[in-house]
């Protein structure tokens, strides 16, 4: 299983972004995925879930209303979509596949990780 994020890049404050992991050796499909990010210093944490399986979404309170996690039809490629980007913004961002349900996007409910893209806000 390998996931690939990519899309990062440097930005200033208020421009929008699109990241996108690509999926090999297993489908989106069903399984609960998500976007988290790592900011300097700080621990990693979530960002985006989507449990498909209970039609759940969960955003992490600082990015909702401006940050939107979808998949396409394939069930390969999965995106997050940001806009109105902040500094606080700034991180490394990972996608992340559970093979259970993970509503509440938590960090140890997730077996496969990409290694991530760094996104940069400069205000």
């Known amino acids: 299983v390998q996931l690939v994020e990519s899309g990062g890049r440097l930005v200033r404050e208020g421009e929008s972004l699109r990241l996108s992991c690509s999926a090999t050796g297993i489908h989106f499909g069903d399984h609960t995925v998500g976007w988290f990010r790592q900011a300097p210093g700080k621990a990693r944490e979530g960002v985006a879930c989507?449990?498909?399986?209970?039609?759940?979404?969960f955003y992490e309170d600082s990015v909702k209303g401006r940050f939107t996690i979808s998949r396409d039809k394939s069930g390969r490629t999965l995106y997050l979509q940001m806009n109105n980007l902040r500094p606080e913004d700034t991180g490394v961002y990972y996608c992340?596949?559970?093979?259970?349900?993970?509503?509440?996007?938590?960090?140890?409910?997730?077996?496969?990780w990409g290694l991530g893209t760094q996104v940069t806000v400069s205000s």
């Open positions: 989507h449990s498909r399986q209970i039609g759940s979404r």
């Open positions: 992340a596949i559970a093979l259970d349900i993970a509503a509440l996007c938590r960090e140890f409910e997730f077996r496969y």
